[in-house]
């Protein structure tokens, strides 16, 4: 019988292409790394297409979105404190 085939998504270059921009915009590697509570050299390799580089996996994705809108939500509300609508 024919094995099913599986894609191993975690390695998609659309995923690690969001995945850096996302960094960025969250301020960074070392500020990611700390946010999500995993250390820079995780990060490094998630952000690596080298050798040593891992995949990303569904949970990291899903933190990192978190933490994407509660920035966004955070930076809104700080946008909101300090500009007055006319």
Same mark, same amino acid.
């Given at each position: ?23 960025? +915009?969250?301020? $960074? /590697?070392?500020?990611?790394?700390? #946010?999500?509570? =995993? ?6 390799? &998630? +952000?690596?297409? $080298? /050798?040593?580089?891992?995949?990303? #996996?569904?949970? =990291? ?6 933490? &994407? ?18």
């Amino acid at each position: 019988m024919d094995q099913p085939v599986t894609t191993d998504w975690s390695r998609d270059p659309a995923r690690r292409a969001w995945f850096r921009q996302a960094v960025e +915009l969250l301020g $960074g /590697a070392r500020e990611t790394a700390r #946010r999500l509570d =995993i250390t820079e050299s995780s990060i490094r390799r &998630l +952000l690596s297409d $080298g /050798a040593n580089s891992r995949g990303i #996996r569904d949970g =990291i994705i899903a933190d990192t979105r978190k933490l &994407l809108e509660e920035h966004a939500e955070a930076s809104l509300a700080h946008a909101r404190a300090l500009i007055a609508e006319q």
